[in-house]
């Protein structure tokens, strides 16, 4: 009978571990940081507050330090020129350090992306101009190989941007469950 309370004791614990443990790496892969600040600024331009945290989590894993080895900076690795120009048109104050501050990244980003929302038609397009760029993502559009109706992509040429558009799409449903969550 002790032997029956001691195996079933273990069995609890090590249930609850794997729990504990499984939980924690989900919260290390998945984070979810700066809640508030994606969540307003992603309602202030129409997106979804999941798909800001997915970009975020693909673009620099929630980090809000990281610089690029090709220049673009913070949670959303916006380029300084993609700043300047978001900037300019928010009629806000702009030096390249302010991008590794959260809330203001968070807010240039969401509105460049609320930007390019508004010449994309197809989320693929959207995720794929923002890492490829604007006049990349609309030449492929009006190429028969890549896009039949000017809208939506059927193929994405560039390994690294279809890699990420992919990656988006896989996190994307985690990020709406947290985001649900409250």
Do not use: H
């Not at 330090?65 to 806000?92: H, W």
């Amino acid at each position: 009978m002790k032997v029956k309370i001691l195996v079933i004791v273990f069995l609890i614990l090590f249930a609850f571990l794997c729990i504990f443990f499984a939980q924690s790496y989900y919260n290390y892969v998945y984070p979810l940081k700066y809640k508030e600040d994606i969540i307003r600024e992603a309602e202030l331009n129409n997106l979804n507050p999941a798909l800001v945290a997915s970009i975020i989590n693909a673009e620099s894993g929630f980090e809000a330090t990281v610089v690029s080895s090709k220049g673009a900076m913070g949670l959303m690795q916006i380029m300084p020129q993609t700043a300047k120009f978001v900037a300019e048109k928010l009629r806000i104050d702009f030096n390249e350090d302010m991008l590794l501050e959260p809330a203001y990244n968070i807010k240039i980003g969401c509105y460049y992306l609320n930007y390019l929302n508004n010449k994309f038609q197809s989320q693929e397009a959207l995720l794929s101009a923002y890492n490829a760029g604007e006049g990349v993502v609309k030449t492929w559009l009006k190429d028969q190989n890549y896009s039949v109706d000017g809208i939506n992509l059927i193929k994405i040429p560039y390994t690294q941007t279809n890699a990420y558009v992919q990656k988006i799409n896989k996190i994307l449903p985690v990020y709406e469950k947290r985001l649900k969550k409250g």
